[in-house]
């Protein structure tokens, strides 16, 4: 098969688009010829090299996967059968699996991160890891939906547990969990304000936000006081890490909750623990979501409540220039690779 791969950590140079061993098939595995695969930071920061973790290479990326059964030899979907996958890998047998908590399960992975993902013409993954797509659904829409609307719904529903009427504050809105985020915020009734850089605000605006903050010329979080009547918001939605931090906490009304998936711009972070308890902030961490969920939110992208932002469609063998892309933040959206 054909696959875009590199073998040695660096710059967006390292990758290449070159022949790879197909994936074998095997029990309790489906084999999918791949139609799309999005792109997430992930994929950058696997390519340059994580901090002592060390992942297999050559590698493959790709953690949002659409195609259809090549290969199944068990389960419920037949060869070809048009699917998405869940990008969570998890034992299914832990007691967390059991709970549909599988984010939690002691041996948990994501497509394209120890294992190779959807960077090529085939991949290999549990056959739990199937999701049926209907016909109305194109390759690249579905390849674009799963890990950030998983992401922004376990964020929102799951560990900040959001409800109607509630104020959010959604860092990045160019970004796939940014629009993600703001997407099943309104859906749930939530009033939202978003924030983006200057080319990126009439773009944010079309998702529905409340209100738009130029987060280069404004302080975010001292608007965000002026449109609540100096209260602040009940959630805000981090991703960014050291750069936005500390106007994230500023921005929260007493009670608030900030839940965080991600530290683009680093991890570091500092806070004053007297604002924390006699504010009575809670910060919550959340990473990716269980396979329950996903199923949830997909039903709302079938139904066309939800709907990914898809920036831009390449050739797999263009991922170098997409990885340029999302390096200079210059989406908005999703990026795709058609296969």
Request: hydrophobic share 45%; proline share 6%; glycine share 10%.
């Amino acid at each position: 098969m054909k696959a875009t791969r590199f073998h040695q950590h660096g710059g967006p140079d390292v990758l290449r688009y070159e022949d790879a061993p197909d994936p074998l098939p095997s029990p309790e595995r489906a084999i999918v010829r791949v139609r799309a695969c999005a792109l997430n930071h992930l994929d950058l920061w696997q390519r340059r090299g994580f901090e002592r973790i060390r992942i297999p290479l050559p590698h493959i990326c790709g953690a949002d996967v659409a195609g259809e059964v090549a290969d199944a030899r068990s389960g419920d979907a037949p060869p070809g059968t048009r699917v998405m996958l869940q990008p969570g890998i998890s034992c299914g047998r832990c007691a967390m699996c059991q709970a549909g908590r599988d984010n939690l399960c002691a041996d948990y992975d994501v497509l394209g991160y120890m294992c190779d993902g959807g960077y090529a013409e085939l991949i290999s993954v549990p056959v739990a890891n199937l999701i049926p797509i209907p016909d109305h659904i194109d390759f690249a829409t579905a390849a674009a939906f799963p890990l950030t609307f998983l992401t922004a719904w376990h964020m929102l529903m799951t560990r900040a547990a959001l409800q109607p009427g509630e104020t959010v504050l959604v860092l990045a809105a160019g970004s796939g969990v940014g629009q993600a985020a703001i997407q099943v915020a309104k859906a749930h009734g939530a009033r939202v304000f978003a924030t983006a850089g200057p080319a990126k605000l009439d773009q944010a605006r079309l998702l529905g936000v409340d209100e738009v903050i130029d987060h280069y010329a404004e302080d975010f979080a001292q608007r965000v006081r002026e449109l609540t009547a100096g209260l602040g918001v009940d959630v805000v939605v981090e991703h960014v890490g050291e750069a936005t931090w500390e106007r994230s906490l500023r921005a929260l009304a007493r009670g608030g909750r900030l839940v965080t998936c991600g530290a683009t711009t680093g991890p570091r972070a500092s806070i004053d623990l007297r604002h924390l308890f006699v504010r009575q902030l809670s910060l919550l961490g959340s990473y990716m979501g269980g396979k329950g969920e996903l199923v949830r939110a997909a039903g709302l992208l079938f139904s066309g409540v939800l709907k990914p932002v898809v920036d831009q469609v390449v050739p797999l063998s263009g991922a170098r220039a997409a990885h340029e892309r999302l390096e200079a933040r210059e989406q908005f959206g999703k990026i795709v690779l058609e296969v």
